[in-house]
C-alpha cells in the first residue's frame, strides 16, 4: 500500500513538473516574440529617426538654411521635409510645461521631436530633435535646435539638459 501511495505521489511530482515546464516555456516564447516585436519596430523607428537627423544636418550644416519663425517651425520644416507631415507623427508623451508628466531617458529615441524646459536660458519652453545622450544619467543631450527670434542664424547642434522634457513625437512608420 505504502509503494502505491509512494508511486501515486512520485507520478503526481512529474506530472506538476511536466505542466510548469510548458507553461514556462509557453512564457518564454510570449516573452522571446514580444522582444522580437519591439526590436523590429525600433528598427523601423530608428530608420525614420536616421532619416529626420540626416534632412537636419543638411539644413544646418550643409545649406545652412533659415527658417522664418521659431524652433517649433524649424522643427516642423525637418519633418516634413524627412517626410513626415503632421498626418505620419504620433505623440509618445504628451505632458505640460510646469506640470509634466516628464519623460524617463529610456523613452527617448534618435529624430525624436522634444518639448522641454530650456534651464540654459530662463527656463522657458523649447523644442528640439534628440541625436544622442552625452550623459545620460545626467540627462544631458545632443540636440539639433533653432534659436529662432528674428536670428538669421541655421539650426545648431548644442547640448541641453533633458531633465524635464514634456512630449515626445515620435514618426510614424
Not at 18 to 27: L, P, T, Y
Not at 52 to 67: F, P, Q, R, V
Not at 105 to 121: A, E, T
Request: charged share 25%.
Amino acid at each position: 500500500m505504502a509503494r502505491i501511495v509512494l508511486f501515486i505521489l512520485t507520478l503526481f511530482a512529474c506530472i506538476a513538473c511536466s505542466v510548469q515546464s510548458k507553461e514556462k516555456i509557453h512564457r518564454s516564447t510570449k516573452n522571446y516574440q514580444a522582444a522580437q516585436q519591439t526590436r523590429k519596430q525600433s528598427a523601423k523607428n530608428s530608420k525614420a529617426g536616421d532619416k529626420i537627423l540626416k534632412t537636419g544636418y543638411y539644413m544646418a550644416m550643409t545649406s545652412k538654411e533659415i527658417i522664418r519663425g521659431s524652433c517649433w517651425d524649424y522643427i516642423n520644416t525637418v519633418y516634413n521635409r524627412a517626410g513626415y507631415p503632421q498626418s505620419k507623427r504620433r505623440y509618445i508623451l504628451k505632458g505640460k510645461k510646469n506640470r509634466g508628466p516628464y519623460a524617463k531617458p529610456g523613452m527617448i529615441q534618435k529624430g525624436d521631436w522634444l518639448y522641454y524646459i530650456n534651464h540654459s536660458y530662463h527656463n522657458v519652453e523649447h523644442s528640439g530633435i534628440f541625436v544622442k545622450w552625452v550623459n545620460k544619467k545626467k540627462r544631458i543631450a545632443k540636440i539639433l535646435s533653432y534659436g529662432g527670434q528674428s536670428r538669421k542664424k541655421p539650426g545648431r547642434y548644442r547640448n541641453y539638459d533633458l531633465s524635464h522634457v514634456y512630449t515626445i513625437i515620435r514618426p510614424k512608420n
